[in-house]
């Protein structure tokens, strides 16, 4: 049954008899004895601050009660909604909400959350509401009403649409708490259902800019890009490069100018051709060669021209323009002053994201991307705390690596963070060079740049799953040096290469990596059933005869399926190999900054500090933002930092983790 809370009976003289009023009294005894409630809202927008809530639904599969908004606050359910398990479909829109009226659920189960732990990795499984509906109870569920209710308010259509999101969410827990439980998941559902409460807090609360310093910031980046131009413009006419050149005098122009637009890469990389510079790169989608002007292919080239170097500075400060220039400011909040940007929590890999585009806002959002936010203090200095307030910015020494060496176990790895040895990176160079050993680390770091600066790239790429290939290109030297430094890599740390060895193994076995044993975070391989089919094909007696007979005639079978196959399957291959040396880092690492979050939102919240006292500004990988009154900002600091390092002990309890708060008045560290 379909009931409608109201306060204004008279507005709605045309319900029909599937609808009947209920109290607000009446819907809290219904639940007063359940533990779990199924919640949903309508809004007429997604901005918690200037948007209004049309309606706030509460329900299961026998009964949904649909809240008149507008004559019934949804603070008179606080209680309510503060002491169930709240099941809700995409929990961190409605959170927010609920937010704004100082209602912070405790327990949530959201069932979009627990889709994504179910197929993270499979990008094409969607996990929207009428999906699950129809996937877990064999209903379907029409969506056509949703663009009305703005216009039509809470008509008839309106509050059976509204109550219908609160019916099945139970059934489908139901359902997906099974598979949760078959695939071990539950513990790495739980984290997530937990931290959703984080995530729409940062949301919430946004980032506060200092508007006339990042005005500041964009006119000098401008000017950077202005000056770029010139000089590029001025090169190709100096050295009379005609067809690069408009040589027709226009009536009240007598200059010759240049006639390359140098944002099109289709027009620089003629030019750069001749020029003697290398613009080939494969294509990460068809494996194809390509020409490009990216500034990773032209970084290891400064040295071939002139012209490099200053292209490269161009296609910098061009960026800062169109990423981080005046599109930031127009994201500044017209009632907060804040930037209030968006994350997704749970990629491939475990890690979160940031930004993105809301095309159901009009005109359309493009939401900033603050973890790309570059490091440097122009742009930094730019974010900064409100007024008798300051910002505490924590960060994890060297999380990543860390995590690393609790995972492979390699006993010098090991060594180097139990006795201290200071600097990572020349301690590599000391293991990978014979004549750097035995050579202090200080002196390392100070006379041996170059090593140091290879063991450092060698480090990053093998531990992403790059190959010697891969550290020749980054560094720009040739296969055969890149080869070296790998096989030194491997010689000397054989615990990696054993750990590596393993995980390879098992997520060619299993068809998904798993992120590590404590919360069971799997993420699996979407493709994983085609590379089966290929590997079983190959591995057929007789696959390698056929193969090499055909080769050698170099028939339309081997052109047309032989060597397709062979590409496809070892292609496949090395795609699951990378990700599973790459995905158990970066995920167990973003596990540990989620927890760390927990466990921070959750002494915030019991110590009733949450709103007015304490804002959680951003979160990214490694590093949390705080913003909180100045008088309690070292209390708050050393309780961020003891929050992020007891989120470390289960997962890295060999080596620890350890947090570095700063207390700054603005995004630095």
């Not at 209390?635 to 992020?644: F, G, P, S, Y």
Request: charged fraction near 30%.
């Amino acid at each position: 049954m379909i009931y409608l809370v109201t306060n204004q009976k008279n507005l709605f003289s045309y319900i029909t008899e599937d609808i009947a009023f209920a109290s607000c009294q009446e819907l809290k005894d219904y639940f007063k004895d359940k533990d779990e409630v199924e919640f949903d809202t309508e809004t007429n927008g997604f901005d918690p601050w200037v948007c209004k809530l049309i309606s706030a639904q509460f329900g299961d599969s026998e009964n949904q009660f649909v809240v008149d908004s507008a004559s019934v606050d949804v603070r008179e359910f606080k209680e309510l909604l503060e002491s169930k398990l709240i099941l809700m479909q995409n929990a961190k829109f409605d959170l927010k909400f609920l937010y704004h009226k100082r209602i912070i659920p405790t327990r949530i189960y959201d069932t979009f959350l627990a889709e994504s732990v179910l197929n993270m990795g499979r990008r094409t499984v969607k996990k929207s509401l009428d999906v699950l509906v129809n996937r877990y109870c064999k209903v379907i569920m029409s969506k056509e009403v949703r663009g009305l209710i703005h216009k039509e308010g809470l008509s008839v259509q309106v509050i059976r649409y509204a109550a219908g999101d609160v019916k099945y969410l139970g059934r489908i827990k139901e359902l997906q708490m099974i598979k949760l439980k078959e695939l071990d998941l539950v513990p790495s559902l739980a984290l997530d259902n937990k931290f959703v409460r984080v995530l729409a807090y940062v949301e919430y609360c946004g980032f506060k800019l200092n508007k006339e310093r990042w005005t500041k910031k964009v006119e000098e980046d401008k000017n950077v890009v202005f000056e770029c131009e010139e000089r590029l413009n001025k090169w190709v006419i100096e050295n009379n490069e005609y067809k690069y050149m408009n040589t027709q005098l226009e009536l009240f122009n007598d200059k010759i100018s240049c006639n390359i637009n140098w944002n099109s890469e289709k027009q620089v990389i003629p030019l750069f051709k001749e020029l003697g510079v290398n613009t080939e790169i494969k294509d990460k989608d068809t494996g194809k060669m390509k020409n490009s002007v990216d500034a990773r292919v032209l970084q290891t080239q400064v040295d071939k021209h002139e012209m490099v170097p200053l292209y490269v500075e161009y296609k910098k400060a061009s960026k800062l323009v169109s990423a981080f220039g005046e599109n930031v400011l127009n994201q500044i909040h017209v009632i907060t002053s804040r930037i209030h940007t968006t994350y997704r929590q749970i990629l491939d890999t475990g890690r979160m994201s940031c930004g993105g585009k809301n095309s159901k806002t009009t005109p359309p959002t493009d939401y900033i991307n603050l973890q790309q936010i570059p490091r440097d203090a122009r742009h930094r200095e730019c974010f900064i705390a409100e007024k008798d307030c300051t910002l505490i910015v924590a960060d994890y020494a060297g999380q990543e690596s860390v995590v690393f060496a609790n995972k492979c176990k390699d006993n010098d790895i090991l060594k180097f963070y139990q006795e201290g040895l200071g600097d990572m990176h020349s301690f590599v160079a000391s293991k990978i060079y014979p004549e750097l050993e035995g050579l202090e680390l200080d002196r390392i770091k100070k006379e041996f740049k170059r090593e140091r600066q290879n063991a450092k790239a060698a480090g990053f790429a093998i531990q992403y799953g790059g190959v010697g290939a891969t550290i020749a290109n980054n560094l720009g030297l040739p296969i055969e040096e890149g080869d070296k430094i790998y096989d030194s890599y491997f010689k000397a740390f054989p615990g990696v290469k054993s750990y590596f060895v393993t995980c390879k193994a098992d997520a060619l076995r299993r068809g998904y990596i798993l992120l590590n044993t404590i919360s069971n975070r799997k993420s699996f391989i979407e493709f994983f059933d085609d590379y089966v089919k290929l590997r079983d094909e190959i591995n057929n007696n007789g696959f390698w005869d056929e193969y090499n007979s055909h080769k050698r005639g170099n028939t339309s079978q081997f052109i047309l399926h032989y060597k397709p196959t062979v590409r496809e399957y070892f292609k496949k291959k090395g795609m699951i190999e990378r990700k599973s040396l790459n995905y158990p880092v970066q995920g167990t690492a973003a596990e540990i900054t989620k927890f760390a979050g927990v466990l921070f939102f959750n002494y915030l919240e019991k110590n009733n500090l949450l709103f007015k006292y304490v804002r959680i500004c951003n979160i990214i990988h490694d590093e949390i933002v705080v913003e909180c009154k100045k008088d309690i900002a070292e209390k708050m600091a050393a309780k961020l930092k003891e929050c992020m390092e007891k989120a470390g002990e289960p997962f890295c309890p060999t080596i620890p983790l350890k947090a570095e708060p700063c207390i700054t008045e603005f995004w630095n560290h």
